[in-house]
C-alpha cells in the first residue's frame, strides 16, 4: 500500500515537471516569435538565463491559474455568461503580465495585447500536455477517476463499491426528432447511439407525440413537473394582466414552474437527490446548474450559475472552452457564406449576434452542462436531467437535416461517449436515458415564401395600416387577392353606429410555425360572431390563406370551430383525425386541437401553419427553417431511448401520447432504480412547495 502511493505521488511529482518543462518550452518558442514578448534584459542575457527566466515566468503563471484563477471565476458569476466566455482572454492575459512581474529583474514583459494570445498558447498546450500525459497511461486514468470517486464517497459518508441501487441520467437531445436520430445512428453519425441500439441488451428505441406546442416549454414543463396544463405556445399573450409569457425569460419560466406545482401538489421528477443542468425549470432538484426559473430568483436562487464556476474554475477548462468558442464562431460564418455561395434554399440571415449565440449553446452550455453532469455521476446523485440544446439552434438557422447540423450531432454523440465512459467509474451504477422535446420541420418561412409576415396579414385582415412589403408581396395570386380584398373598406352596412368602436391593435405571436392572435380589447376569449362584426375581413383573410392549414376559434352558437380554407369549419368536439382542415396532420391532431382548446389562455385566434405532408414541409412565421411549436411532421414526433432492462414505456400497440405521461413513464423507471420518490413539502405549506419559489423538500 505504501509503495503504490509513493508511485503514485512520483507519478503526479513527475506530470507536474513535465508539464512546467512544455510550458517553459513553449513560452521561448513564444519569446522568439512575438516581437512585443521578450524574457531577457535591454543587454541581452545567456542562454541559460533566458530559459531560467523562462522557467520561472512559466511556473508563475501556473501557480496563479491555480491559486488566483477559482477566486476570480467565482467574483464574476454575475456576469452573463456570454460574457463571461468572452472575458476568459482578458483574465488569462492579466494573470501573465502578473506572472512576468514576479521574475526577478524584471527580466519578462509584454504588450497588454501580445499577454492575451501568449497566456491563451499557454493554456492551452499545458491542458493538451496534461491530458496526453494521462492519456497515454489507462491505467492511471480509471484510477484517477476512481479516487475521484472516492475521495466523492468519503466526503458524502456513502459506503464504498457499487452494491446500492442504480442511479439515473436523463440526457435531452434538444430538438432531435425521432427519424434524425435513426439516421443519424444508421449513418455512422453517433456511433455511440448506434452501438447501444446494435446490443440486444442495451437501449430501445421508440417515438412519442408531443402536444399541440411542440416546443420546450411546454415538453420540458410537463416531462419535469407533470404539467403543461395552459401552455398554449412558446409565448402567449394574458389579458388580465397585459404580460407576454415567454417560456425562455427566466421570470416566466420560474411562474410557469410554480403553476405547475400548484397544480400537481408536486415538486417535480427531480425532489429526491436529484440534479437539474442546462434546464427551463428545476425539476424539483437541489443541484442547479444553468437553470432558467432559478435565474429569476434572488439570493440562494442564483446558486444555478454555480455550474460556471465548478467548469471555469480550472483554467485549462476555461481556456479549451474559450478557444473553441471562437473556432465556432468562425466555423458558423464560415458555413454560412458557404451555404450562400453554393445559394442553398431555403435559406436565412444568419448575422449578427447569431454567430455567438451559436458558439454559447454549441460549445459552452454543452461543456458547463456535460461537466456538471459527470460531477453528479461522481457525486452518486440519484437522478440528473440535462438538456444538451446545440442540434436545436443550429437546425433552426440551418436546417434539421443540413450538414451544419449534422456535425453537431456526431460532437453530441462525443459527449455521450464520454458521460458513458465515466459511468465505468462512478460509485454507483447508472442507467443513461436518452430522450428529446419535440422535433423539427423543415420549410421555407412564412415571409420567405409568401412576402409577408403573420402579424402584417393580420393588421391587413384588421384594416389596419400594414407595412409598404404586404402590398408589394412576391407571392402567388392567392395571397395578394387576400391581402386586397382585406386593404379594402369595410361594407356599407359595418359603417352602423353599434359597430364604431375602433379596435386596438391586436396581438400577433410566433411559435414556430404556431400563430397567436389576441386582441387586447376585447375582454376574455373572443368570439367568432364578434370578430366577424367587427374585422369582418380577418377570418375569411387567414383561413383562405395558402400559407396556412387551419385556424382556431371560440364560436357563441357552436362553441369553439375550427376553420379551413374555402369556409370548412368543423366545431370542436366533431373534429376526427384524418377529416376536415386537420387531414393532412396526421393522428392525434383532433385530441391535441381540443385539449389546447380547454386552456385559460388561449388566444383568440390560434393559427397553424399549412403543411404538405408530401413533403413534410411547414412555414414557420418565426425567422426559421426548421422549425416546431404547432403541428406539422416531424416537429411533432420526438424519441425517447432507453436501457432495456427498464419496463417499456407502454403496453405493446400503444402510444406514448404527451409530455405528462412520459413523465409518469420517467417517474415509474425511477421507482424502478431506486425505490418510491416521495417529497415532503415544508410544514406550514399546502402544496409542498416553499412559498415563492417553488422549490420543494426532498425526503432525507
Known amino acids: ?76 458569476l454575475i456576469v452573463p455568461a456570454l460574457v463571461l466566455g468572452l472575458l476568459v482572454f482578458f483574465l488569462n492575459g492579466s494573470l501573465l503580465l502578473l506572472a512576468l512581474r514576479l521574475i526577478p529583474d524584471g527580466r519578462g514583459a509584454v504588450a497588454p495585447q501580445t499577454a492575451v494570445v501568449v497566456a491563451a498558447v499557454m493554456s492551452a498546450v499545458a491542458s493538451a500536455t496534461s491530458t496526453a500525459l494521462a492519456v497515454r497511461d489507462d491505467n492511471a486514468y480509471r484510477r484517477r477517476l476512481s479516487r475521484l470517486a472516492d475521495r466523492r464517497r468519503r466526503r458524502s459518508g456513502a459506503d464504498a463499491g457499487r452494491s446500492g441501487p442504480p442511479g439515473t441520467v436523463f440526457i435531452q437531445l434538444d430538438g432531435v426528432g425521432h427519424d434524425v436520430l435513426a439516421r443519424a445512428a444508421d ?28 416546443q420546450t416549454g411546454a415538453s420540458q414543463l410537463g416531462i419535469l413537473h407533470g ?28 411562474e410557469l414552474q410554480r403553476r405547475a406545482i400548484a397544480r400537481t401538489r408536486d415538486g417535480g421528477l427531480l425532489t429526491v437527490d436529484g440534479a437539474s443542468r442546462g434546464n427551463l425549470f428545476s425539476g424539483g432538484a437541489e443541484q442547479l446548474a444553468l437553470v432558467l426559473s432559478m435565474a429569476a430568483r434572488l439570493g440562494k436562487g442564483r446558486r444555478s450559475r454555480a455550474g460556471y ?74 437522478a440528473v436531467y440535462a438538456d444538451l440544446v446545440a442540434y436545436d439552434e443550429v437546425a433552426h438557422h440551418s436546417g434539421p437535416d443540413s450538414r451544419d447540423a449534422d456535425k453537431v450531432l456526431a460532437r453530441l454523440d462525443r459527449s455521450l461517449a464520454l458521460i458513458a465512459k465515466v459511468a465505468e467509474h462512478t460509485p454507483r451504477t447508472y442507467r443513461i436515458v436518452l430522450l428529446s422535446d419535440h422535433g423539427q420541420s423543415p420549410g421555407e418561412t412564412f415571409a420567405g415564401a409568401y412576402g409577408l409576415t403573420l402579424k402584417d396579414l393580420v393588421r391587413a385582415g384588421c384594416g389596419l395600416p400594414v407595412s409598404r412589403r404586404a402590398q408589394r408581396t412576391r407571392s402567388g395570386s392567392e395571397a395578394r387577392d387576400a391581402v386586397r380584398i382585406a386593404l379594402h373598406r369595410r361594407p356599407a352596412e359595418e359603417s352602423e353606429a353599434e359597430h364604431l368602436t375602433k379596435p386596438s391593435d391586436p396581438v400577433v405571436l410566433a411559435s414556430g410555425n404556431l400563430g397567436l392572435v389576441s386582441f387586447p380589447d376585447i375582454e376574455g376569449r373572443a368570439s367568432r360572431e364578434r370578430l366577424d362584426r367587427e374585422r369582418p375581413a380577418l377570418l375569411g383573410t387567414l383561413a383562405n390563406h395558402p400559407g396556412i392549414g387551419f385556424l382556431l376559434v371560440r364560436s357563441e352558437r357552436h362553441g369553439s370551430v375550427v376553420l379551413g380554407r374555402g369556409g370548412e369549419e368543423v366545431p370542436v368536439a366533431e373534429l376526427e383525425d384524418g377529416k376536415g382542415p386537420l387531414a393532412p396532420f396526421g ?32 412555414h414557420a412565421f418565426e425567422e426559421q427553417i426548421g422549425s416546431h411549436g404547432g403541428l406539422g411532421g416531424r416537429q411533432s414526433r420526438p424519441f425517447l431511448l432507453w436501457p432495456a432492462d427498464l419496463s417499456a414505456p407502454v403496453a405493446t400497440g400503444s402510444e406514448l401520447v404527451g409530455a405528462e405521461q412520459v413523465h409518469e413513464v420517467l417517474r415509474r423507471w425511477l421507482r424502478e432504480c431506486s ?26
Open 1 to 76: 500500500m505504501g509503495d503504490g502511493r509513493w508511485r503514485t505521488v512520483g507519478s503526479a511529482l513527475l506530470r507536474v515537471v513535465l508539464v512546467w518543462a512544455v510550458s517553459t518550452f513553449t513560452m521561448l518558442v513564444l519569446a522568439g516569435i512575438l516581437p512585443d514578448f521578450q524574457l531577457q534584459s535591454d543587454d541581452g542575457d545567456s542562454i541559460t538565463k533566458i530559459a531560467f527566466t523562462a522557467a520561472w515566468g512559466a511556473g508563475a503563471f501556473g501557480l496563479l491559474s491555480a491559486l488566483v484563477w477559482p477566486v476570480l471565476v467565482r467574483a464574476l
Open 187 to 214: 449513418q455512422g453519425l453517433m456511433p455511440t447511439v448506434a452501438g447501444w441500439l446494435a446490443d440486444e441488451e442495451g437501449h430501445r428505441l421508440t417515438p412519442w407525440r408531443t402536444d399541440w406546442s411542440s
Open 227 to 254: 404539467s403543461n396544463h395552459d401552455v398554449p405556445a412558446f409565448r402567449w399573450y394574458e389579458k388580465e394582466t397585459g404580460d407576454v409569457m415567454v417560456s425562455s425569460r427566466p421570470a416566466s419560466a420560474l
Open 309 to 382: 464556476f465548478a467548469y471555469f474554475s480550472d483554467p485549462a477548462n476555461a481556456v479549451r472552452t474559450a478557444l473553441s468558442f471562437v473556432a465556432e464562431v468562425c466555423r458558423e460564418i464560415g458555413q454560412s457564406i458557404a451555404a450562400r455561395i453554393r445559394k442553398d434554399a431555403p435559406r436565412i440571415k444568419r448575422g449578427g449576434l447569431y454567430p455567438f449565440i451559436r458558439a454559447f449553446a454549441t460549445v459552452v452550455e454543452r461543456d458547463v452542462v456535460v461537466s456538471a453532469v459527470i460531477g453528479d455521476m461522481f457525486a452518486g446523485r440519484t
Open 587 to 618: 393522428p392525434g391532431a383532433a385530441d391535441a386541437v381540443r385539449r389546447t382548446d380547454t386552456f385559460p389562455h388561449v388566444a383568440d385566434i390560434m393559427v397553424n401553419s399549412m403543411y404538405d405532408d408530401a413533403t413534410g414541409r411547414v
Open 675 to 700: 425505490g418510491p420518490q416521495v417529497p415532503i413539502g415544508r410544514p406550514g405549506t399546502e402544496d409542498g412547495t416553499d412559498g415563492a419559489d417553488g422549490t420543494v423538500e426532498a425526503a432525507g
